[in-house]
């Protein structure tokens, strides 16, 4: 990440000033958004910060015995490089991005190629509520309870081929509503990608809401991934297109430093960042640091997909 100071800015430092100042700075950079009072309108449409609530059903799959943050904490702390690259800014910025209607193109090395509205993906399959730890690559960390089900519902629907080895993902990129890659400083589409066995795997959540309600766009409205065993970066947000491929994807922060990100990007206390260390992370809303776990404590479920596998190596 393009950090400024340490990689683990206290949740306290995100003021109500610098949210005014970052705003300014961001519509003197964008087509067509004019300022209407105090309201930022996006050319394209309406505000969309509006969430709906989501009737959901209990999930095997969520995580036990930890408090969950309340919902102002991934509401206002965010990393979506597309709206700022504070903290403070997607809250504000992509308050106006419209998430609706909305396609996901479902395509590749599949027998049933398809486009989805948003509307079939949320009624695909009964939406389950997973409370997740989040451990972002930056050494803080979140309990948040998810909305959506697994990505496999979705992928199955398809029908992958034999030559689908892995799987590719991209956010939308819009720069009528969106940063450019140069004002985001990374490449734009964000995109990422998983081994189809990852991608697969009951853990690998396709998200479409959290805390009751469909998701705000700083969190990645309307339809984003969530991976639990994996450092942040690795869940990519407003999810417009999912590829079935044969080789490794390309993904936005190796594409970035290489040598800082790898591809597998998974929890690894053990695997140091070239520029901090990762073998402790500071939950949002607690003083002190907590031991970071392997594969974030998901390593009964999913250590057997890296059997095998250098994890230093393969970070
Ligand atoms: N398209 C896109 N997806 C993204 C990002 C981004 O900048 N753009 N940031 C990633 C990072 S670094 C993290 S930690 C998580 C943060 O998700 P949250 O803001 O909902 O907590 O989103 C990930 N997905
Ligand atoms: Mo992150």
């Known amino acids: 990440m393009l950090i400024r100071k340490s990689p683990d800015v206290r949740y306290s430092e995100v003021t109500p000033k610098s949210l005014y100042l970052n705003r300014r700075k961001f519509l003197a950079g964008v087509p067509g958004a004019v300022l209407a009072g105090n309201e930022l309108l996006s050319p394209s449409g309406r505000a969309s910060a509006a ?69 079939e993906i949320l009624k695909l399959a009964p939406l389950e509520e997973r409370v997740y730890r989040h451990r972002c690559v930056e050494a803080w960390s979140i309990v948040v309870p998810w909305i959506g089900y697994s990505l496999s519902t979705l992928l199955n629907q398809v029908e992958p081929n034999p030559k689908a080895k892995f799987v590719a993902f991209e956010t939308l990129y819009d720069p009528k509503q969106m940063l450019s890659p140069l004002q985001a400083g990374i490449p734009l589409p964000y995109v990422e990608g998983l081994r189809l066995d990852e991608a697969m795997h009951p853990l ?112």
Request: with cysteine.
């Open 51 to 119: 969430t709906t609530k989501l009737q959901t059903v209990q999930s095997a799959l969520s995580t036990t015995g930890e408090r969950i943050n309340p919902k102002e904490y991934v509401t206002g702390y965010n990393n979506y490089y597309e709206f700022g690259t504070g903290k403070d800014e997607p809250q504000q910025l992509a308050r106006n991005f419209k998430t609706y209607p909305w396609i996901v193109t479902v395509e590749g090395e599949c027998a049933k190629p398809r486009k989805f509205t948003i509307d």
């Open 204 to 315: 690998a959540l396709l998200t479409v809401g959290m805390y009751g309600e469909t998701l705000p766009p700083q969190d990645g409205a309307p339809v984003r991934m969530v991976l639990p065993w994996k450092y942040g970066f690795k869940s990519i947000k407003s999810i417009v297109k999912i590829r079935l491929v044969g080789g490794q994807p390309a993904s936005t922060w190796n594409l970035y430093a290489p040598n800082e990100y790898g591809f597998y990007s998974n929890v690894n206390p053990n695997r140091d960042h070239p520029r901090w260390s990762q073998k402790t992370e500071r939950r949002l809303g607690e003083f002190g640091r907590r031991t970071t776990l392997m594969f974030n404590g998901y390593g009964d479920q999913v250590a057997s997909l890296y059997k095998g596998m250098d994890l230093i190596r393969n970070y």
